[in-house]
């Protein structure tokens, strides 16, 4: 059954329907989202309130504790000065026992937070009242006279409106005041101030101190110090509600803990607070930096996958901070939950919506696309014989496909002008299609044909499938071996190499390529008119040549230029003067050394430099050629080396020992007829072993 294909067309446009109507399909799948993104909106903005629900329980816990910290302060202060100005006053004499003792004990009973009242004379001698806990207190002295050594401790118990002596014992000590940091600064001070206190009379006690001199008439009589030990900040810490699992930490400038929440902390029990938390707060310090010890900062931070709230507040006291730390899922926790419920309910309705629209999306305009994507491909790949017209039911993904394939067929007529890989190999590397380039180390041939020009003058326009045959073996010898073939300049081509994607190898590349060409034009038995064999010429050199976009704005080549290619050029030439077909530089030769056989021919100076350099054979690869070959080219070598020498008869020597050893080789006999010429007419002391060409 015949099928009209423009029928089908028009029945295909009739079925064809706006993109824009596919797409209003998605949006309807789409508002089925919109409760999804209620749910979001609704989750911001209960997150916002349980953070700030979570910032006003932190003011509170602020706030308080600052009012603590500033309380303990003023009690300390207020002390010592209530106690310093019994002594200026005359009222007390610091060595009335009876009422200093009085004095010392009534300021503890009466201010809850302080846990020592010391003094320290300048002999050395020092006396202290303590709390024990809530409900014992002690005095204690330590004489340099009176029992020295020893440390006289009376113990009271408290009771109901006052106090009762328990017992009096000694026990040994070695705590001396003045070795003391705050006794010995606050002798020679002249007004109180803050110290940290780490030694008592009883042992180790992380404690503050406010102590300075009390003089009476002007005579330093010693220093009084009021001491808070860090346990009643532990302990008024463990009153305060920080949530259900958070904490609260007070720290020093340096991250050093002072106090965590424990309820028995006291003079007698060591804080012991959870310090589980207390990572987190040091890590807020140090994020925080100098702007966290100066004012209120708060953060987001993380631990093992769990999130945390964290605030720091300067407190009245100098260098510290208070850190609250409250687990994020603390205030969130019942708001996940709820969302949790939410979201499975419209996961399903979703998912549901999601499968009928994804099927509808797919048939219509992914899979389209895709097909239509596939063809753009083939046209990156200037692959554009396998490009494809793809008919669709949306008339812009026709006219798409339609475009593309017009497109590919335009640029079809082109690809023969242009080297397809090249082009690719420079849009991989995002060069501009602009003047410009850069000077590197490459590898270039030339390659031509001995005699075109009588050839193609005897053959006419029947030259031309000798000519693409042989272009298409030297273009194919050149691309199996990562060449980027230059040009086509009549016979001749141009070729290079490590370029424009790198080759630390080109030398090498360079001369397999000529070598194959040699090969692939014997194999292939290409003859002229005349049923000879075709005969190419290859001249190669490597060097430091710029490579790059050169021309102007209008029309660019992507090609190199510089001495080095100017010699690979005359190399070419000079193989019709040795008759060789493969001639290569010194640099060429000496990348490639030990991989492949050559012969030096020469020294020369082509057309327009009057430099001269070593010229060598390519004879062909290492291991290919039997240990036979070898011999001729040695004896070829010392042929060169007596010529260079001036020992003319020996070189003719040596040269007709390879004729002898090879047979018909034009350089040889080349050198062994210049030889002869040197032996009949000595060269005069100016004369160089150089051979100048004059033709290019």
Request: with cysteine.
């Amino acid at each position: 059954m015949n099928v009209d294909p423009g029928r089908q067309l028009r029945a295909i446009a009739r079925l064809t329907v706006s993109i824009r109507l596919a797409v209003s399909a998605l949006v309807l799948t789409a508002i089925l989202l919109t409760a999804a993104l209620s749910s979001l909106l609704w989750w911001r903005t209960a997150e916002a309130a349980s953070r700030q629900l979570a910032s006003t329980i932190n003011e509170q816990i602020v706030a308080a504790v600052r009012k603590e910290v500033a309380a303990i302060v003023d009690e300390a202060r207020a002390a010592h000065t209530a106690i310093r100005t019994l002594f200026l006053q005359n009222v007390l004499d610091t060595r009335e026992a009876d009422k200093r003792e009085f004095v010392f004990l009534s300021q503890l009973q009466s201010q809850a937070t302080i846990s020592w009242v010391a003094f320290g004379w300048p002999d050395g001698s020092f006396f202290a009242a303590h709390k024990l806990g809530d409900r014992r207190l002690e005095m204690m002295e330590i004489s340099l006279t009176d029992h020295a050594g020893e440390r006289r401790i009376d113990e009271y118990e408290v009771v109901p409106g006052d106090i009762e002596f328990a017992n009096r014992r000694f026990e040994p000590t070695d705590f001396r005041v003045a070795d003391r940091a705050w006794f010995k600064t606050g002798l020679a001070a002249g007004e109180p101030e803050w110290f940290k206190v780490i030694d008592h009379p009883t042992g180790e006690r992380p404690s503050i101190a406010f102590a300075g001199p009390i003089d009476v008439y002007q005579e330093r009589q010693g220093v009084l110090a009021i001491v808070i030990e860090y346990t009643r900040l532990a302990r008024f810490l463990s009153q305060l509600e920080v949530g259900r699992t958070g904490t609260a930490f007070i720290i020093d400038g340096s991250g050093e803990l002072v106090a965590a929440p424990d309820r028995e902390a006291d003079e007698l029990h060591v804080a012991k607070g959870d310090t589980t938390l207390l990572p987190l707060a040091r890590m807020a310090l140090v994020k925080a930096g100098e702007d966290g010890r100066k004012e209120a900062w708060r953060s987001r931070l993380t631990s093992a996958g769990a999130a945390y709230e964290v605030a720091l507040t300067p407190l009245p006291f100098p260098g510290w901070s208070l850190a609250t730390v409250i687990p994020e899922a603390e205030f969130l926790g019942p708001v996940e939950t709820t969302l949790h419920r939410l979201l499975l309910g419209l996961a399903i309705g979703v998912v549901l919506a999601a499968l009928a629209s994804a099927a509808l999306a797919r048939s219509i305009i992914a899979a389209p696309l895709s097909r239509v994507v596939g063809e753009l491909r083939h046209v990156e790949a200037f692959a554009l014989e396998q490009v494809r017209r793809h008919p669709s039911r949306l008339k812009e993904i026709a006219s798409l496909s339609g475009a593309i394939a017009e497109m590919a067929a335009g640029l079809s007529a082109f690809r023969k002008f242009i080297p397809a890989d090249l082009v690719r190999s420079l849009l991989q590397q995002g060069v501009e299609a602009k003047p410009g380039g850069s000077i590197q180390e490459l590898s270039v041939m030339f390659v031509d044909i001995a005699g075109f020009t009588g050839l193609s003058e005897r053959l006419g326009d029947r030259v031309v499938p000798l000519l693409s045959r042989y272009l298409d073996l030297a273009s194919e010898a050149v691309v199996a071996n990562g060449g980027t073939i230059d040009k086509f300049i009549g016979d001749a081509v141009m070729a290079f190499w490590g370029a424009p994607q790198p080759q630390a190898d080109h030398a090498l590349r360079c001369r397999r390529a000529a070598l194959g060409c040699r090969s692939a034009i014997a194999a292939w038995g290409l003859a002229d008119d005349l049923g000879q064999p075709l005969q190419i010429r290859i001249g190669i050199n490597s060097g430091r040549m710029l490579v790059g976009n050169i021309g102007s704005e209008l029309r660019l080549n992507y090609t190199v230029i510089g001495d080095a290619v100017n010699v690979a050029s005359r190399l070419e030439g000079a193989n019709k003067s040795y008759g060789t077909q493969i001639l290569i530089g010194e640099a060429t030769e000496r990348l490639a050394r030990g991989a492949i056989i050559t012969r030096e021919i020469d020294s020369i100076a082509v057309y327009g430099r009057e430099e001269g350099f070593a010229v060598y054979e390519l004879v062909g690869l290492l291991g290919e050629d039997g240990g036979e070959t070898l011999d001729w080219i040695v004896r070829y070598g010392q042929g060169l080396a007596n010529y260079r020498a001036r020992r003319f008869a020996a070189a003719v020597a040596d040269f007709e020992a390879v004729l002898n050893m090879r047979g018909p080789d034009r350089p040889a006999e080349l050198m062994r007829d210049r030889c002869r010429q040197l032996v009949e007419s000595a060269p005069d002391v100016a004369w160089r072993p150089v051979a100048a060409l004059t033709t290019k």
